[in-house]
């Protein structure tokens, strides 16, 4: 619950860094800021009170049936947004890192990271 | 079947290696690259193939051996093999397009195009909502960094832009995935539809989140800034893949959405569909840039792709009706728009009119044509089959405010494509064009598989007879052999047209259908003599002319409304092609298209609200017991009334006819404006159960007539300009008609067909003759002519027989158009109607005495003395016409029996009316009178001739003078352009009578297109072209689909 | 002064939006159906302790295998766009001695270090692509340290290259062997001893797959970074 | 209950680093914070019982992210302050 | 009645018709020269115009359309003529009116005027130009209350056949649509008025008066025959109004009668009025007269 909020509040903020500040970098720092936002929340969404990491380990109650089939008896984690969340961490790493590559490409063609300076195409 | 995991393993294959392979041989990679997509379309055939013979077969496949939900399934159904296929030979066509870019750049740029392939395929393939995710991400990245092949300032720009919204939009997505997954329990697609709606307002958030992340990726209207710039400063082979490849994915993603959203955000999405399609039309309307246009139109598209889906989804339509249409409309915009970027790229100038160049490669013109045509959804591209399919659809439904939504939209499109073709077709520009194997090949197949898809589909199509393909079949052929010789061709029109009309047309139609078939169809046969005078190949006349005529023949044989408006369309837009050939004619063609255009959705409402018909019968035939309501009668007869110019309507006709070619301007005026009778004449028959001569609506449709007929002949008075005098005059004379059509009465159509019979006679004569005129003058204005009787007699016996039909003074025909006017006017009683048609016929006069006198008559000008009689095949037609006058003068009875005959089968012919050999006589309680036109005519000649005989007698040898001996007071007169009475020639006419004049039309569509243009303006203000405003309109736009959903 | 006024709207109306998920939110105390089912076929059916890992090389292997195209992508994104424009030096400072040999001797560790948390991934946290960041620091250790430190780009590619296509394979092979169904099936190689290394048919083998490629593709990012196109 | 004590430290330092990424004038200092704020959300999935994801958001996030971002402002010298 | 004798007793009342429209051309220009405090010429004036013309030697022309006018023009009145029925009940003076009614009548008037427009266009002369587009100007106002008269007696009468028209208006003066359609008749005659093209309608020939008096550039057997056309064409318009308006005439003396006090009533407007310009003679027709023949339809119908 609270990292949630933390999460929805880390967006917020990162959405009002992208539309506030002017420097194109720092606006790329917002969306990373989102980003980690995003990911908080899915994370929040995978607890489960008082659970345990998702690895089945001498640490895990388990038992076995008949058949010889592992049920596992405590608590652990959710692992599907655990693995989501992997996904979107290195795509969000990704895109930050491109964003960069064309911030540092477009100051090096014109010279400016400000984006009221190119408002060139419009209408 | 085919295991979709392969397709996806072999771009995988593809990309990872492509580096290694790059090492290699450059050439090798990039031949992998083609290879892949080839292989990957023609698997996706096969699919298409397999399901084809096993319907039933499963189509779902998972990977690592689970099945979904644990693992991700792909679902390798029609559809998605159908989209595999056709994205795959898009991604071929554009690899080869980006050849040079794929040398220049080598690996990295071969491995980021196929993985943006390999995200769209994926995209369409799966059925897990996270995993769409990542092939949405795949898609975007490799695009975004695509974006880097041209590093200038505005494409890097566009690019952080383009990488702002999606990531943002993927964000957002993600959100709503993540959520939705802890209230399903699940991630796959399928099984989140089996679970159906959960009752909380959470989860609406959630799934709101994640249709507004899809939704933004397809750049609806604001929310759309940074697609713009994208597409308009990216290299032209990417931007058309991305409006292609990536906005059709993208849209799949959609429609997979759609059973699971809630009636609410249907129609929300739906509407914010239909808004971007019509605001970004609108503001494409004032672009001046192609790409950027292009942009707004792909957006735009995009748009009504949304809305389309959605809307039918809301009406709870079956998915294979929303796929057929959704598709039909996908698949020409897919070829269209890509293939319009590509050509950008060809053509390489930002500006519109800078677009002329492309007249340096006729083959790459007629590309271009296709695209543009097709996008607007002209007969026979899938489009159009959509769009018809919708329009009922909306109608059946009532969903007007849809329709009209999709219809202003579709209008707004028409006018901004069809001014870019105008100035493809008609600016001179001196550029270059950047031509090259690789790049000309793409455009080139898409035009292409387009062409033959829409032929396939239009000849396959259920419920469409043979003679809807002529005219694409005529288009085709003489298209092909353009290059021969205009006499030749020429010929073959002639003897192919008048077999056809023959042998196939006439029979196959009753009397009224045969009438309509020779006034359209052999007024047509005859003009085309004059288009032989051309010398050379006299490119782009034949295919449209023949294409033009086999369209009145479908016009006229059409059984099925549907046909009916095949042919009114192809009409349409073989003449807008012949009007745009005129030297000058871009602006008026592009006037006549958006008239017609507006007139053809009149029409098509119209259309959608009629009952079903018996195909295999023609519709004239049925027309008689089919009876329609009075609001598909309205709408019909709007568009009907378009082509005919009827007054308040009328703008676009008088500088489309001027601006013509001569000749083609006969045929419009003579000949297709019947076009526009015929329909309205068959939309009167499915009325005639219910409305007579003195209901209200016919009464004003009457008024309608009769002021087109004044304000026509007014307004010719007053032109200085031959063509548009004729063209007013035309306007005036099918006042005429619609007055007698709005009769409903045995007589009133007698007189309205026998009017347009003669009408196509006349005016054809006159036009032909003054083809002559401005042929060896090179002027239309008639001040600067004069005294050309004695250069060019042939052409003045023309205009002088003609004009004296058009007053309608006996003993010509045309009398007996103003006899029948009259009678059938009083018989009705309609007694003040018949009076203002006296009045302008006797305006006529004004402007008929101008033309002959100021150019025929009056004095010689210096600089015309070399002028000579016309080329032998202008003077072909005019021999027709004059025979076919003097015929039907002499014995009106070989047209006005016939007439009676055929208008008997809808209305029964009055036992007061009667032939008493050549006397028509007329008993009527409330009318009597006759007309003998046979004895008119002997009379006439009797008392012409004897004085004549007497004159020769007493003054055989009369002393020829010259110019200038006159009687002028006390000095002689030596400059013919002072003594020559006829510019301005009835100043005090209109003095008096200015009120009238005064051009009220012009001044309201002027207004109307200011305000449009301004609205426009306004509009595209809000695209500032800062990245940051485009950030915070996806927010606002969002924030307010979502107040609008209103989740509690 | 009305752009203040809106992104103020904006931000408001965000948190508004979010407010319903967050008010409905409460923790829950137990798994769903579908995670249950993961748990106890990841231990059942993989073998494998860490189900996560079992998720995302397994289960949800098709998501990895964009994943590790996405990066793929990014890779050739930036070098695409940051690509050397001409040959002269690039300035770089020297790191210090002691920073130098340190880096030197720590480098190989690190690697090291990144080669066993991917090789574990199947019974332990992390996996291929925390192992390949592992492995990649341990170069940028390297470039920060040592000025004369170039590693071969081709072996980089090289690397990479195969790795990606190593990676197909054993996804393709799932399907040659096992069944139509069976693409990314990591059960053609038997399930092995619990706890084991080489336990959960090819987990270790596509996940090493996965880390080299990571690694070699994050290396190249940071190459590319740090010459940033420069002329 | 140390573990909430934890939880609730951390999230208030993300977000006071992510307001200070926002207002601060230096764009190195808002790499940082951002870099800050990527290590106690690791921190924090560590605690929410997620050790896979803590590991990659300590590598990724708060390592390679921040390292990405001090290369591209080593490229943009003179241009990445507001 | 065999073809032949229709053949010659057309040319008789022709005959007549020309004489008596002459002669009152004749008499008109005495009265005005009377009013106007002239002697003024004889009454058989004309003829020996005519006769005069038609004995010129020499003739110039400007080309055949300009050949041809005259004709036309003389072809426009002698076929009006012909389309009249001239006294009613009588075969003999029926003329070929069986070829049309009332609707042929009015716009064969036409013939004659655009052929003669032609043939003077031909001659060159601005003067002949200005002249057409004043004539035509005022002509499409004045028809305009003249066709709403006809109208009107359409639905009078039911009958566009002038004999119809002429034999509903038998039995008494009182019959006549100068009573029992009397707006109508307002309407005809002010239009008449303009037909005539006397004051205050004579604009149309002011240009040609400025040199050497009408038919600027004919001469010879050309004016000879337009001299005989006016005889022809005054006679046939004035029948045309007796039969429409004065119930007709069953014998040549009332219709003599007739014509002639109809033809004096547009002299005497015309004596007492100055010229209208042609704005405001178009202005003029297409206000008053028109007003009351639009009532006078309206009397009828409602």
Redesign the interface.
Known sequence: MLVLISGVLLIIIGIWAMLTRKNIIRIIIGFSIVDTGVHMIIVAIGYIKNATAPIIDSAVNTSSDISGAVHVNSLIVDPVPSALVLTAIVIGLAVTALLLSFAIRLYKVSGSLNIDDYEELKW | MVNPMIILAMFLLAAFATALIDKLSRMLAIGTMYVVFALAAGLGAWQLYFLQSMPDAQTMVYSAGFPAPLSIALRFGVVEAFLITLMNLFGLLGGVYLFKRFKEHGAGAIALYLAMLLGANGLVLTRDIFNSFVFMEILSISSYALIGLKQTKNSLIAGIKYMLAGGLASALFLIGVIFVYRFTGTLNIDTWIAMGNIPSAAYLVALFMVAIGVFIELKPFPANGWALDLYQSADSGLAAIIASVQTGAMLFLFYKLLPLFIPEMLNIFAGAGLVSFVFANLIALRQKDAKRLLAYSSTAQSGLLVFVIAALYLLKLPDTIILVIALGLFFTNFFAKAGLFWLAGIVKQDNLSAWGVLKKDSGLLIIFGVFVIGLMGFPPFPAFFAKWHLVHIFTATKAWIWLAGLLLGSLLEVGYLMRWLGFAVKQEHPGELSKSFSKMLAPMISAIFLTTASFFLIKLYPGLGAFNVYPLMALLLFGLVDYAPAKLKGAIAIGVLSYWAWFMLLPSLPLMGQVFAVILVGGSIAQLFAFMRYNGAAEGFFPFLTMLVFSFGSLITASTTMELFIAWELMTLASYMLILRGKKAKDAALLYIVFSTFGAYLLLFGLSLMPSTYPGYPLILQAGFLSIGWVAALFATGGFLIKMGALGVHYWLPSAYAEADDETTSILSSVLSKAGVFGLLLILMMISSYVKSNSLSMIALGWLGVFTAFIGALMAARQEDAKLLLAYSSMSQLGYIVVGLSLMSHLGWVSALYMAVNHLFFKALIFMAMASVFLRTGTRNMYEMGGLIKKMPIAFISVLMGIIAVSGVPPLSGFGSKWFIYTSLLEQGRYLQAGLVFFSSAIAFLYLYKLIHTVFLGQAKPNQSHVKEAPIWLIIPQGIFIMAIMAISMFPNLITKPLSQAVGNYIAKPDWLSWDGYNIVLNSPALHGNWNGNLVMYVTMGVFIIPLLWLLLVNAKTQKVKQFNIVFAAERPYKPETTHYAYNMFAHYFKALGFWVEPRATAFYQGVSEWTHSISATLARIYTGNGQTYILHIFLYMITLYLLLGVR | MI?YL??F???L??????F????????????????E?????????LNM????????V??????????V??????T????????KRNHEAIFRRQGSEILRIGASFLAPLIIVFGVY?FTHGH?????G??GG??M??GI?LMVLACKEFSFSH?LI??V???S??G???M??T??LL??????????FLPKGEW?SLFSSGAVPIIYSLIGLK?GSE?SS??D???T???? | MPNLFALILLAVLSILAAIYAVLTKKTLNAVIASGIISLSASIIYLILAAPDVAMTEATIGAGLTTVVFLYALKHVKGGEDD | MSITLKLIWAFISLGVVTVWGLTLNGIVQKIFARVQGRLGPPVWQPFIDIIKNNAKRTAITHGIMFYLGPVFRIAGGIGTYMFIPVIFGSVYFSNFSMSGDVLLVMYFIFFGQLGMALGAGEGGHPYSAVAVSRGLAQMTAFEVPFALSVISLVAQYGTLNITEIIAAQQGGFLQWTLFTNPLAVIAAMISMLGMNMYNPFSVVIAPQEIPIGPPTEYHSSFLGMLATNRGIFAGAKLILFMNLFFGGATNLFSLMLKTFWIYMFSVFVGAAYPRFRTEDSIRFFLKYPTAIGIISILLFTL
């Open positions: 752009k809106l992104t709207l904006a931000l109306g965000i948190g508004y939006m979010f319903p998920l967050v008010m409905e939110f409460s923790t829950p105390t137990r798994l769903n159906p579908l995670a089912a993961y748990v106890s076929s990841s231990v059942n059916d302790p860490n189900v996560v890992t079992a998720i995302v397994s289960y949800r292997g098709l998501d990895t295998l964009g994943e195209t996405v990066l793929f992508l990014a050739a994104g930036v070098g695409f766009l940051l690509r948390i019974l332990s946290p992390g996996g692509f925390q960041v592992v990649a620091s940028l081709n590619h090289f990479e290259s195969l990606g296509v990676y197909v394979l996804a393709l799932g399907l096992i069944g139509f169904d069976s693409f990314l099936d990591p059960r706890l990571v994050l990012v940071i590319s970074m740090q940033g196109g420069e002329k």
